[in-house]
């Protein structure tokens, strides 16, 4: 399915979110405060929009970042990314499961999940081995769709992301399912307190999350 809907991945994103997702990403690598010594490894990386704010935040920038995906098409048009922006010795882009990454134990100082944890099939099993290869102290910066609880707010965002949101990625992305999974799998994603929970349980603590935007998104902070 994410491969099906690549080649539009991006413009999506930023027309759906109404660009909102540039600012969510940069609020996420602020939060990890990194001062250029660290390494990065983004997990779900998609098409390297995370990787690549990583390394290029204004707000401190990652040493270097490997991207892991399980979408080899997806994979493809982010290193094509990475290339036009000259970041290919900066940014690696590998091939592999977000349950068993393919990379070593306490290797990296930071990690980072874009709107990516709800996709593994299992979402603790995910977080257990992000924190197996980042080191003692290591800091983990999590985006993930939520829904509003303002009254008003939340139903008029229910609304959009249940009728309006399917119709528009349907007719420029071409593939029938992939804007009906995504309004389908945030609502059976976790409360903002049971993720919290589960990256306790997969090793991390100082786990807090912050509402942004209204609660559409929750960026969540953890600690190895």
Same mark, same amino acid.
């Given at each position: 399915?994410?491969?099906?809907?690549?080649?539009?991945?991006?413009?999506?994103?930023?027309?759906?979110?109404?660009?909102?997702?540039?600012?969510?990403?940069?609020?996420? =690598?602020?939060?990890?405060?990194?001062?250029? $010594?660290?390494? =990065?490894?983004?997990?779900? $990386?998609?098409?390297?929009?995370?990787?690549?704010?990583?390394?290029?935040? =204004?707000?401190?920038?990652?040493?270097?970042?490997?991207?892991?995906?399980?979408? #080899?098409?997806?994979?493809?048009?982010?290193?094509?990314?990475?290339?036009?922006?000259?970041?290919?010795?900066?940014?690696?882009?590998?091939?592999?499961?977000?349950?068993?990454?393919?990379?070593?134990?306490?290797?990296?100082?930071?990690?980072?999940?874009?709107?990516?944890?709800?996709?593994?099939?299992?979402?603790?099993?995910?977080?257990?081995?992000?924190?197996?290869?980042?080191?003692?102290?290591?800091?983990?910066?999590?985006?993930?769709?939520?829904?509003?609880?303002?009254?008003? =707010? #939340?139903?008029?965002?229910?609304?959009?992301?249940?009728?309006?949101?399917?119709?528009?990625?349907?007719?420029?992305?071409?593939?029938?399912?992939?804007?009906?999974?995504?309004?389908?799998?945030?609502?059976?994603?976790?409360?903002?307190?049971?993720?919290?929970?589960?990256?306790?349980?997969?090793?991390?603590?100082?786990?807090?999350?912050?509402?942004?935007?209204?609660?559409?998104?929750?960026?969540?902070?953890?600690?190895?």
């Amino acid at each position: 399915m994410f491969d099906a809907i690549a080649r539009r991945y991006d413009t999506l994103n930023h027309l759906l979110s109404a660009g909102l997702d540039r600012r969510w990403r940069r609020r996420a =690598v602020r939060e990890l405060k990194l001062s250029g $010594t660290e390494r =990065v490894v983004d997990v779900c $990386t998609g098409t390297g929009d995370f990787a690549i704010e990583a390394v290029s935040s =204004v707000n401190g920038q990652a040493k270097d970042v490997v991207g892991v995906d399980f979408a #080899g098409e997806m994979l493809r048009i982010g290193l094509n990314k990475v290339r036009q922006g000259a970041l290919d010795r900066r940014i690696h882009l590998v091939r592999g499961d977000a349950t068993s990454l393919p990379l070593p134990d306490a290797s990296f100082d930071a990690a980072t999940i874009g709107f990516g944890i709800r996709n593994v099939l299992n979402p603790e099993a995910g977080c257990r081995d992000v924190a197996r290869v980042l080191r003692r102290g290591g800091r983990l910066a999590i985006l993930e769709f939520g829904f509003p609880k303002i009254p008003g =707010v #939340g139903a008029l965002y229910r609304a959009y992301f249940r009728y309006v949101l399917p119709r528009v990625g349907r007719a420029i992305s071409k593939h029938g399912d992939a804007y009906e999974y995504l309004p389908a799998s945030v609502a059976e994603f976790p409360s903002a307190d049971a993720f919290a929970d589960v990256l306790r349980r997969a090793g991390f603590s100082k786990v807090e999350y912050r509402s942004l935007t209204f609660g559409i998104v929750y960026l969540y902070l953890a600690q190895k």
